[in-house]
């Protein structure tokens, strides 16, 4: 079955409708509510003479083109799907995954299902007390599908309530594992740097004036060649953005190796990292106090045996 299309609406504002607001004008436009358009502007689905505005309340102006992204809906219940997982820790309240590079978190247009938590609600059948009255596993911070490595999931309503507050405070340790491009001079340093949606392209996030505060702490574990051709770094976040580690060290002028997005191969990099397929990014530290027991729980992962054979090749260099 071919998959569902994103809806491209695209509208002039005319004389009569300048002034008006962004979403209502919208409304009119297409047909949807208010409160549907309210959450597509904000995640960056609309754009005004091609730049991305995520403010629902902006003003339009006769002669600007209005451009909305309708991505197609997802399925309202997620399936119960047996997919293997690698469970680190698991009681009554909470669950540690060792997530794989390539499995996306929740479902979403392109990625209707085979997702974690498609895997959680198979893994989990009978021990989910219910997340806002619904049996299911509570998702408090997500890492990309090409990002491999650590995460908590809450089993019940208390405890995605306890997380999602720690994860809100910043009241928890995370420390990745990234290959990245190049090597900073220095030896350790921190990018504070706020992050938003791009203004080029709303598909990609970046740095931008009144973005969301971010700071990643990084540090050097190993350099590759002389001059360095890539660098292992060790990455803690101060904050947790969309996208906050490959932004920030993209900052740097050190990309990810693997990176479509914010990466790139300079000229003469070795042959087996410009084929990794995907960022290499691993979430190897996670630590936080438990919800019920407030006793201090500390994790620590691997590296993948990509990740580890890609260091491989690049100490041969």
Same mark, same amino acid.
């Given at each position: 079955?071919?998959?569902?299309?994103?809806?491209? #609406?695209?509208? =002039?504002? /005319? @004389?009569?409708?300048?002034? /008006?607001?962004?979403?209502?004008?919208?409304?009119?436009?297409?047909?949807?509510?208010?409160?549907?358009?309210?959450?597509?502007?904000?995640?960056?689905?609309?754009?005004?003479?091609?730049?991305?505005?995520?403010?629902?309340?902006?003003?339009? !102006?006769?002669?600007?083109?209005? =451009?909305?992204?309708?991505?197609? &809906?997802?399925? &309202?219940?997620? @399936?119960?799907?047996?997919?293997?997982? =690698?469970?680190?820790?698991?009681?009554?309240?909470?669950?540690?995954?060792?997530?794989?590079?390539?499995?996306?978190? #929740?479902?979403?247009?392109?990625?209707?299902?085979?997702?974690?938590?498609?895997?959680?609600?198979?893994?989990? +059948?009978?021990?989910?007390?219910?997340?806002?009255?619904? @049996?299911?596993? *509570?998702?408090?911070?997500?890492?990309? !599908?090409?990002?491999?490595?650590?995460?908590?999931?809450? $089993?019940?309503?208390?405890?995605?309530?306890?997380?999602?507050? %720690?994860?809100?405070?910043?009241?928890?340790?995370?420390?990745? !594992?990234?290959?990245?491009? *190049?090597?900073? $001079?220095?030896?350790?340093?921190?990018?504070?740097?706020?992050?938003?949606?791009?203004?080029?392209? +709303? $598909? $990609?996030?970046?740095?931008?004036?009144?973005?969301?505060?971010?700071?990643?702490?990084? +540090?050097? @574990?190993?350099?590759?060649? &002389?001059?360095?051709?890539?660098?292992?770094?060790?990455?803690?976040?101060?904050?947790?953005?969309?996208?906050?580690?490959?932004?920030?060290?993209?900052?740097?002028?050190?990309?990810?190796?693997?990176?479509?997005?914010?990466?790139?191969?300079?000229?003469?990099?070795?042959? &087996?990292?410009?084929?990794?397929?995907?960022?290499?990014? #691993?979430?190897?530290? %996670?630590?936080?106090?438990?919800?019920?027991?407030?006793?201090?729980? #500390?994790?620590?992962?691997?590296?993948?045996?990509?990740?580890?054979?890609? %260091?491989?090749?690049?100490? +041969?260099?």
């Amino acid at each position: 079955m071919m998959a569902a299309l994103e809806t491209l #609406h695209r509208v =002039t504002v /005319d @004389e009569t409708d300048g002034g /008006d607001r962004l979403d209502r004008f919208l409304a009119r436009a297409t047909g949807l509510s208010r409160m549907r358009l309210k959450g597509l502007i904000e995640t960056g689905q609309a754009t005004v003479d091609g730049a991305t505005i995520e403010d629902a309340s902006a003003r339009v !102006k006769p002669g600007q083109v209005i =451009t909305l992204g309708v991505p197609p &809906a997802a399925p &309202a219940t997620p @399936e119960a799907q047996e997919i293997p997982l =690698t469970v680190v820790y698991e009681d009554e309240d909470l669950i540690v995954i060792d997530k794989p590079a390539g499995l996306v978190v #929740h479902p979403a247009p392109g990625n209707p299902d085979r997702t974690l938590v498609n895997a959680l609600l198979a893994h989990c +059948r009978g021990s989910l007390s219910g997340i806002g009255g619904v @049996e299911r596993p *509570g998702i408090v911070h997500r890492i990309d !599908k090409d990002t491999s490595g650590l995460m908590v999931v809450a $089993k019940s309503e208390t405890a995605h309530h306890f997380l999602a507050d %720690l994860f809100a405070r910043h009241d928890l340790e995370r420390g990745y !594992k990234a290959v990245v491009w *190049g090597s900073p $001079k220095s030896n350790a340093g921190a990018v504070d740097g706020p992050i938003g949606r791009s203004r080029a392209d +709303r $598909k $990609k996030m970046a740095i931008v004036e009144g973005g969301k505060h971010a700071i990643t702490h990084w +540090r050097v @574990e190993r350099r590759f060649g &002389a001059p360095p051709v890539a660098a292992l770094m060790d990455c803690r976040l101060e904050t947790g953005r969309t996208h906050q580690i490959r932004v920030h060290l993209a900052s740097l002028g050190h990309g990810l190796v693997g990176d479509p997005v914010y990466g790139r191969a300079p000229k003469g990099a070795p042959a &087996a990292a410009r084929a990794f397929p995907r960022q290499a990014l #691993h979430a190897w530290l %996670l630590g936080f106090r438990h919800p019920r027991s407030a006793e201090m729980l #500390h994790f620590e992962s691997n590296l993948p045996s990509d990740m580890s054979e890609l %260091l491989d090749s690049l100490e +041969r260099i």
